[in-house]
């Protein structure tokens, strides 16, 4: 929905989205340290305010209930002596330093405090956000008359005086973006120095302007090495190339630059498609003549002669990359603005799809709200070149930053960790398995404090999407029991069983479509992966049903907090050996896979009655009695998780010693015949 409002600037009327209010009973209990004089400012504001009071830029109208004045005192925690709190709560990171608590919270980066200036300067501050019912059991805090916990921030805002004329330049890594840009320099300053903490100082990267100034010439170095082998190999490619120098040139610049940098990730930038043919000539040219300075066929070229190759062009892309970099941050006004990346460095521009092409939609869609006209320094401009070499592959076009707020070494950490790895495609599953492990291992993050950056770039598309998303505490909660036990056979599809969870879609509704994949192969043969549920169609027609799958079931009844989960193998064991009494006769064998349809159609229009009866159908045909248990729990509340499990045993593989038992039931029969 969109409504026009006057736009003075332009004396036009001007079309914006309509955002529902998504705040609903809310209430804020807010304590506020002053003078007397401002006290009692804001007092008469409050009691009588001469317009109508908000929060946000307006969508969401306040009721202010009662203002009063109240006296705090401080009060020791102990083990013995804790304070629950009745209320979530930001608390100052500062503060929350000081004290211990049962629950670690989630980390945030919040705006606390701006100069009402044209442009506003934002000053930010660190809390973590700690949820109601969460025990402080040490430290000390101010409590007020009521027993309330008083959370005070600092009194004067924490900025930092910046220098512009400082011999260091300084990044923060305030979100996922900016997070990315500094892992990604710091991954090169770590390659070429051995130690990237010493350009960490506390939650941020601050590098020798000496050093910045060699940074373009260090990226396309750290480039060019890592595609080394692969402009080894092209040689021979290269020399019979009948185009002319910038052809080769072209070349080139492809394998040893845009093999990472792509053109997707920074669309009509000059270090993509935009790189200036001039600059490709004289790579090509240079190629040239070392090749023919040498004056041998490829194939009698040595190792060393190889190299040598390898070096002279590698000079020359990177004094063409450092020159491309150098136009793209152009000699241009710096308009007035403060950057919004850094806060502090002046502005040469704002934020344009050329400075990283996710962040904005294709041409044919409306651009990004949140990213628009948002001014950025020249700094930041080059940083953010940095950030694709951040994310990691996860095979299918995808690839993963994980972000750990207010924790820019932890973050390093762990999304370096395919760097042991290399060439190994590790799958939002594996990342998944190894966030666990690590969080056991490190105390400082939690999975609730992290967030998952996924962009997709199809094959078939120009433009990248991006999947950003945190977990939530229940489902980090069921993560943290239950990972161990996802089906690696069907790692393809975890990215969509996280969308499922994390969406509150059912996996019940999941399992519908796997298991009809499994069961109905034929009429899904021409099915494309064009959906996420296509895609778990898709993978079900390529996988064995055995207990493993139990896990889909058991996450979602941990979710469900349902504590009947102990009926979930029964119900499979139970389908399983229903199964081993059919295929005793042949007879039966095709009575099953009517069966099979029969219940999951049950299943699929959730008729617990028809379910039923085509049970105890089943178990008459064999004459065998229905195991009780089915009589205690196959209720509506439990009616999802019997019935699959049940139907996954049915369609399950038997295992070795129920196939021997047949064999030799069999092999007695006969005797005895």
Known sequence: MWFKKHNFKDKELGRLPLQVPILYNLWLLIHIKASEELLNEIESGLKKPKELLFLSGGEYPVKVEEVRR????IKEFSKFNSMELVYNAYVPSLLKREIKSTEEGVNFHLSYFYKSTKPKV????????????TLIYKGKLYVDEEGYPVFLTPEIPQTETINLQQDYVIFYPNNWLTASACVGMLKVLEWKYKDFSKFVEGNKVKIDRRIWDEMPYLYAEYLCELNKQRFINMLNELRSHTGDAKEIGAEIYKVLINTNIKHNFYRNSYLTNNFKPEYKREIGNKFLEVFINLNKPIGELTDEEKNHIFEEVKTIVKQKFAEA???????????????????????????????????????????????????????CVVSLFFSCI????????????????????????????????????????????????????????????????????????????????????????AIRTEIKSYPKELESIFSEFMFYINTGKSLYDFLLYLLSGFLRKKSYENLKDNTTDARIVNAGKNMKISERLLFFINFQEVLNMNEQRDYIKQAFRAGRELKSY???????????????????????????????????????????????????????????????????????????????????NEGENSESA
């Open 70 to 73: 109240v006296r705090c005192d």
């Open 122 to 133: 934002y000053n930010w501050i660190e809390t973590t956000y700690l949820k109601k019912g």
């Open 390 to 477: 951040s994310f990691v592959s996860s095979g299918a076009q995808k690839q993963i930053f994980i972000y750990i707020p207010q924790n820019l070494e932890g973050t390093y950490r762990i999304n370096i960790i395919r760097k042991l790895e290399e060439d190994i495609v590790s799958s939002l599953y594996s990342w998944m398995n190894k966030l666990v492990k690590y969080e056991i291992q490190k105390t400082e993050w939690m999975l609730e404090s992290i967030y998952l950056v996924e962009l997709e770039a199809p094959s078939d598309a120009n433009d990248v999407r991006i999947y950003s998303f945190h977990i939530p505490d229940h489902i980090a909660k």
């Open 582 to 664: 059919y295929i005793k006769s042949e007879g039966n064998q095709k009575k099953l896979e009517e069966l099979t349809y029969k219940l999951l159609e049950a299943i699929r229009r959730k008729d617990q009655g028809y379910f039923s009866q085509n049970l105890i159908k089943a178990y008459l045909r064999v004459e065998k009695e229905i195991p009780y248990f089915f009589v205690e729990v196959l209720n509506d509340k439990n009616f999802n998780m019997i019935a699959y499990a049940f139907l996954m045993g049915l369609n399950s593989e038997l295992e070795r010693k129920d196939n021997e038992e047949q064999a030799n």
């Open 325 to 379: 970099l150098g136009e793209e941050i152009g000699e241009r006004d710096a308009s007035g603005l403060t950057c919004s990346f850094c806060n502090h460095r002046k502005a040469i521009k704002f934020v344009e799809e050329r400075n990283f092409t996710p962040l904005f939609a294709s041409f044919n869609t409306m651009r990004n709200f949140f990213w628009d006209n948002i001014p950025i320094c020249r700094e």
